[in-house]
């Protein structure tokens, strides 16, 4: 049972460009969060995905925008990179209304020059 | 101001020691408080959840406990081992929505 899968695992962009992220949430979960985790910080909301809709969201730009598909995978797209925005991008999934634990994936590692 | 205060920021010890980290949350109204594990490199993992009528939960060596009138948490570890270097995370979630609320962590560094 293949848990939460992202990819890909590194990237490195440039100021101004726009990036795709990419998660498959675990079996038999239909909600995906994203996070965003700075260096020695704890991971940040970005927003979350159910029945391929923007749920909830938390304090960032417009230039992240996501998507939800069908099959329940999800997308997260950063317009415009910043200095800022390199990180570690988490997807976390989970069954709506459920009270388990999300389950996290390993990340992807985005670096900004 | 975070609503979710962990502390030590950082913290190092011999194996086989125990120690005891700390969460204090603002969140409310209150639903339930998680404690994760993060090795470097690797998502957080899930090693307790604590609703409010719990005040004390384990999983082997870690023991989390639960004071919901002072808004507090402790995750004790006990014997520790040179695997429970990592960040531990304590993530606070509040009653009606999907919010939730993660500390900053605690920075663990088990030593041989």
Known sequence: DAGVTQSPTHLIKTRGQQVTLRCSPKSGHDTVSWYQQALGQGPQFIFQYYEEEERQRGNFPDRFSGHQFPNYSSELNVNALLLGDSALYLCASAVWGGNQPQHFGDGTRLSIL | ?112
């Open chain 2, 1 to 112: 101001k975070n609503q979710v205060e962990q502390s030590p920021q950082s913290l190092i010890i011999l194996e086989g020691k125990n120690c005891t980290l700390q969460c204090n949350y603002t969140v409310s109204p209150f639903s339930n408080l998680r404690w994760y594990k993060q090795d470097t490199g690797r998502g957080p993992v899930s090693l307790t959840i604590m609703t409010f009528s719990e005040n004390t939960k384990s999983n082997g060596r870690y023991t989390a406990t639960l004071d919901a009138d002072t808004k507090q948490s402790s995750l004790h570890i006990t014997a520790s081992q040179l695997s429970d270097s990592a960040s531990y995370i304590c993530v606070v979630s509040a009653r009606g929505n999907n919010d939730m609320r993660f500390g900053a962590g605690t920075r663990l560094t088990v030593k041989p």
